[in-house]
């Protein structure tokens, strides 16, 4: 079956999407995005992608492209003519097409709308993800406003290649005061000896990720105690368990740090309790 994308109004043939050269995105990564995780056809998470794509786009003063009741038909549009039921759903906007100028175009260009929808093998991902993953260490190199959901994703890029690189699936960020903020794509998380969830409180440092949001509200449910505050390589290499999150990992477990196990190697039993918890509230409808 050929892949449809969603391009500026139109449900083109995937191999047949494409964008103008002068698209502010192409040229100054001038624009957003969100993933959301799709599960059994329906977007999962969807009213918080939806709220932080808008606060993304009022932050970059670009335009809303279109009300949220028509983007959610694009969004489900997109993933029915994908046939998508497992995988996910990436939407970009842009401040559009105009020659290229620093200055915001005139108010008249159009912000530019790409979706795109693919399915994802959730039981060969599990398999992978309930082994647990590793993690590089690497100094903060991120504008402030990591915050916002830019495209602008050069510095992540080039650490997910050096955690590859070195054999681990993610790079955590570490700031000036030897905290972690975040992985290249995910929210970095560390478990206490006593059981307690840390994470970086997402006021400074961090996207505030729609999976982390979830997670927290779960745990919190399951009378985990979560405390948002920030913590160092140290405290996470002593911890007794850690893990990333995302929409495209869910609760991934974090079973070595800069080539040191963490607990005893294998993947926490907390962090795989969440993962399965957070697939039982997606696949009901709640997440
Ligand atoms: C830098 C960064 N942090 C955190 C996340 C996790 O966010 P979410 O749970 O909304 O996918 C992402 C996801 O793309 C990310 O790029």
Redesign the pocket.
């Known amino acids: 079956m050929s892949r449809i994308a969603y391009v500026n109004g139109r449900y083109v043939p995937h191999a047949e999407a494409s964008v103008h050269i002068e698209d502010r995105g192409y040229q100054f990564a001038d624009g957003v995005y969100e993933?959301c995780e799709v599960m059994g056809g329906r977007l999962i998470d969807e009213p918080r992608?939806l709220a932080?794509l808008w606060r993304s786009l009022d932050e970059l003063r670009i335009r809303h492209p279109m009300s949220e009741a028509a983007l959610k038909v694009v969004l489900r549009e997109t993933v029915r003519r994908n046939r998508v039921r497992e995988g996910i759903v990436y939407l970009q906007v842009t401040r559009g097409v105009a020659r290229r100028d620093h200055y915001f175009p005139a108010a008249t260009v159009a912000p530019a709308v790409v979706v795109t929808s693919r399915s994802f093998d959730r039981a060969k991902n599990d398999v992978g993800a309930e082994a647990g993953v590793k993690v590089i260490t690497v100094p903060e190199n991120r504008w402030p406003r990591?915050d916002i959901?830019s495209v602008g994703?050069l510095p992540?890029v080039l650490v997910k290649q050096q955690a590859k690189e070195a054999g681990a699936k993610e790079a955590w960020y570490v700031d000036a005061d030897g905290h972690v903020t975040?992985?290249?794509?995910?929210?970095a998380w560390i478990v206490s000896a006593d059981g307690v969830l840390i994470t970086r409180p997402a006021e400074s440092g961090?996207?505030r990720?729609?999976?982390?949001s979830t997670v927290a509200d779960m745990a919190r449910d399951l009378q985990i105690r979560v405390e948002e505050r920030p913590f160092t390589v140290a405290e996470a290499k002593a911890a007794k368990e850690a893990f990333m999150?995302?929409?495209?990992a869910i609760v991934t477990p974090i079973v070595a740090i800069d080539g040191a196990p963490v607990g005893d190697g294998r993947p926490g039993k907390v962090a795989l309790e969440l993962r399965r918890r957070y697939h039982e509230f997606a696949h009901r409808g709640e997440a």
């Open positions: 993933v992608h932080r990591v959901k994703l992540n975040e992985g290249g794509s995910t929210n961090i996207l990720g729609i999976t982390r999150t995302a929409a495209t």
